[in-house]
Nanobody, 113 residues
Framework: QVQLVESGGGLVQAGGSLKLSCVASGFIFVVNDMAWYRQAPGKEREWVATINVSGTTNYPDSVKGRFTMSRDNAKNTVYLQMNSLKSEDTAVYYC???????WGQGTQVTVSS
């Protein structure tokens, strides 16, 4: 079954950290670029991070320096380490296979101020 399953969300105070995980199955993970997106209530889904097959990452300015995306090809897993969290980071976070319309179910991150 082709799927992405996220985990690791939760409630954290502003300034804290969380690490999200996304386990992929049903496709050849090692040859796929992967990404994280997020969607806050009442807002459009926005791009958060991308990692290519070589491990090179890209981030928008809103999270650069605070978020780090990584991958473990042996575990078919991508991660999103989120530090110095702010209330505006509150959203549902989704994992995505870049070259396909394949999304996970999302994991809720809530940052309390």
């Amino acid at each position: 079954q082709v799927q992405l399953v996220e985990s690791g969300g939760g409630l954290v105070q502003a300034g804290g950290s969380l690490k999200l995980s996304c386990v992929a199955s049903g496709f050849i993970f090692v040859v796929n670029d992967m990404a994280w997106y997020r969607q806050a209530p009442g807002k459009e889904r926005e791009w958060v991070a991308t990692i290519n097959v070589s491990g090179t990452t890209n981030y928008p300015d809103s999270v650069k320096g605070r978020f780090t995306m990584s991958r473990d090809n042996a575990k078919n897993t991508v991660y999103l380490q989120m530090n110095s969290l702010k209330s505006e980071d509150t959203a549902v976070y989704y994992c995505k296979r870049v070259r396909a319309n394949l999304w996970g179910q999302g994991t809720q991150v809530t940052v309390s101020s």
